[in-house]
């Protein structure tokens, strides 16, 4: 694996977590991307976006090497065997949870087995400037050297890795393996609150622990459906991003990895957008998996009703309203700018979030649920405002500063209506739904008649506009539309936005950034809704072998090489082949059935 200017390519890294924050760890054993203690915290270690002073987590082989890794089976837990021409090892990185779930503290361990021969490692623990915040120091206590940063305080712990140098702003040293042997060098730390130093063994043991727990996750896992090993490992991949402090789903592990090569396309994606927790519990559902369910359906419908009953595009983590934005002057991933803490969208009205809402509570509903008294009041009100909105211009799904009578906006505020009637129907919100459903038909009959164009036999990105919008492929999804019109409209932005498998967002897009992942399996969706199927698994067998070697995606994959650009790993992709592979699951069982 090569490295230019300090930085490697976007799908060299595997991502590790437990429960509150992710590592990002490249194939040469560099953890270049690691918040402390939260997902949406300051990042400790970010040589991600600021390979100079960003902050590292070293560990490989002293001499030249090959590398094969894997998650371990049914785990977030990532195995990595390195050969060398004097030997070979197999190093473990695993963020430990506890006996009764995540740890009070953030613990990293990097166990290292012998296999053959012998093999020298080296490891450096270098805790960077919290891009450009602060600078780190290594203080002598009586129980040993910390490191520190702002306010994060960083311990390390080796077993068999003695031999240590210490220096004014990192911790490094070396160890030799043979066949047999384990070494351990680990990490402790918190954030403004004192440190616990565990017994080095504690740390190792936590490792057997932790894949323990992860599989007592994946055990109630239930999808025995096509491409399972494919479906099961995004449905982990999404159990990263879920923040179990509060429940809530953000969107990707990183801020400010590029749309665009040429820069100027950075988002800041640790934040929890209420689409991607419609679509994850769309997908949690269907694995039978509870207590995430209840969890993010609890806290979404919470800070809704904190904030204001109009509902905001995403959410912090912790379930506040998002501040402003800010740009840390660090270069950011191979010098592409700007980096960005915050996301300008924050403030932007998306009318489809009506839809995304109802819908969550409509699955959560089927699944056997009750709502209560009050989240039935805040939903009325929903959808009264839902029917004053819908005619209004929008941003968009795609938060586009030309705002625009989008026709997934609209999809959405009838998906909303649609939901509404039928929760008042079923008993569980309140109200005479007839003005919901009249606005319904209304809605139906301008997308029918304003959004579609004979010329193009396609839904149009607009009324009156001349290209093409991938998002509209929902409409299938959400069953507004799944006979002819949907069918052509696949053909038309096939033909038009189409790159293989892979998809643009919209026409136009692809002079300034790659293919959307998303849309992609989007369209396998749609064509398995309109009883395509033979296509939609052909597409389907070519998706999932675009992933990076430990089955995960990013935002965005570059068509003419298959290399990988946006914020990584990306929720909606995995959202989006896990819902692909669902809908063309369940069309199967329906034709078994006939």
Known sequence: MSREHGYTAIENYAAIGDGRTVAMIAMDGRIDWLPIPNLDSPPTFAALLDAEHGGRFELSPAGPFTVEREFVEGTNVLASTYRTATGSVRVTDSLNTGVAGRLPWLELARRTDGLEGVVEMEWRVAPGTMLGKASPWAYDTSHGTVLRVDGVTLAVRTLGADDVTVEEQNIHGVFTTCAGSRHLVGLVGTENEPLNIPDPREVDEGVDRTIANWRAWTDKFQYDGPWAAHVARSALALKLLLHSPSGAIAAAA????????????????????????????????????????????????KVIRANDPLVNVFYTLGGELPGGTEQPDVPGWRGIGPVVNGNRAADQLQLSIFGDLFSIVRLYVD????????????????????????????????????????????????????????????????GIPDRWRAERERIRAYIEEQCWSDERQSYM????????????????????????????????LGAELGAGP?????????????????????????????????????????????????????????????????????????????????????????????
């Open 367 to 430: 699944a056997g649920n009750v709502l209560d008294a009050s989240t039935g009041r805040l939903l009325a009100t929903i959808a009264d405002q839902t029917c004053d909105s819908w005619q209004q211009r929008d941003a968009g799904i795609w938060e586009l500063e030309d705002e625009q009578h989008f026709t997934s906006s609209k999809l959405g505020c009838w998906q909303a209506l649609d939901c509404a009637v039928y929760l008042a129907e079923d008993g569980q919100i309140p």
């Open 461 to 492: 990105a607009y009324p009156g506009a001349e290209g093409l919008d991938a998002s509209v492929l929902l409409a299938a999804e959400m069953d507004f539309d799944r006979g002819e019109r949907m069918s052509s409209t696949i053909d038309a």
């Open 254 to 301: 990183t801020t400010s990895l590029p749309e665009n090569p040429a820069g100027g396309k950075n988002w800041d994606y640790r934040y929890a957008w209420v689409r991607d927790t419609a679509y994850t519990l769309r997908a949690l559902i269907r694995f039978g998996l509870r207590e995430e369910v209840h969890a993010a359906v609890a806290w979404l419908l």
């Open 502 to 594: 892979l998809l643009y967002r919209y026409t136009g897009v692809d002079a300034e950034e790659a293919t959307f992942v998303a849309c992609a399996f989007w369209r396998v969706s749609a064509l398995s809704c309109v009883g395509r199927d033979a296509e939609a698994m052909d597409f389907m067998d070519e998706l999932v072998s675009m992933s990076n070697d430990v089955g995960l995606y990013s935002e965005m994959i570059d068509a003419s090489d298959g290399s990988f650009l946006g914020n990584f790993p990306q929720g909606l992709s995995h959202l989006a082949l896990v819902n692909a592979a669902l809908t063309i699951a369940r069309s199967r069982d329906a034709t078994t059935k006939r």
